[in-house]
């Protein structure tokens, strides 16, 4: 089913011709990366809507369904930027659950994956729930730090969201409370590990596209300046 024309829909078709000019059939996993509060979830549902519109089987997950146990989260303090950026998600599981039946299903359809292994509001394993796609299939995973190092090998393809860390944090703040000015002690680890990761993963310079979604009305594709 064809998705009204926006300029989010407008772009995101552009963005997954793209794709599909290098990997027109085959299994896809595609990364929707950016900072809390960039829209990454969103961005990431239309996007899967879009790609289904030529009839692909398209499956949506987020890392946040990989969290860890908050006490290994916080094992460095709950207040630790370090801790947030490097103990935030189990992505042994990640990999083992998803990313790795996903990819096998390409020769094995009949190969099951998890879309989440955690719920992180109860702090608990969910029940696993196994599914399976066609050998074509299009996996579309959002989340914060998801071209560090460690996992770019895992992408086909990944868009980074780009937010002033202004708006990301009022965004924030609206979805889930707290104080929306990011400069706040309380936003500290955040804010902090957000730019460990910066350092880190240099995102934008991994990303196959870069779009700004200031307005999540009309994201605009921007472009790294090399010079």
């Not at 027109?24 to 960039?38: F, K």
Request: glycine share 8%; with cysteine; hydrophobic share 40%.
């Amino acid at each position: 089913m064809r998705q009204p024309t926006t300029p989010v829909t407008t772009l995101q078709r552009e963005l997954r011709d793209e794709v599909r000019r290098d990997y027109p059939r085959g299994r896809i996993i595609v990364a929707v990366d950016g900072r809390d509060g960039a829209g990454k979830t969103m961005f990431a549902e239309s996007f899967a809507r879009v790609f289904a519109e030529d009839g692909s089987a398209v499956f949506h997950a987020s890392i946040d369904g990989f969290h860890r146990p908050r006490e290994e989260r916080y094992a460095r303090g709950r207040t630790s930027p370090e801790g947030f950026y490097r103990d935030s998600f189990d992505y042994a599981t990640f990999r083992r659950v998803l990313i790795d039946p996903f990819r096998e299903g390409a020769r094995m359809p009949d190969t099951g994956f998890q879309l989440a292994a955690f719920d992180v509001q109860r702090d608990i394993p969910v029940e696993s729930r196994w599914v399976t796609g066609p050998e074509d299939a299009v996996l579309i995973v959002d989340g914060i730090f998801l071209n560090r190092p460690e996992l770019r090998g895992i992408w086909h393809w990944s868009v980074w969201l780009d937010a002033p860390a202004d708006v990301a944090f009022e965004r924030m703040a609206a979805r889930d409370g707290g104080d929306p000015d990011f400069l706040a002690e309380s936003n500290r680890r955040y804010r902090l590990g957000m730019d460990l990761y910066l350092r880190d993963g240099d995102p934008r310079a991994a990303a196959s596209a870069i779009v700004d979604n200031t307005d999540v009305a009309a994201p605009r594709r921007t472009f790294r300046d090399f010079c």
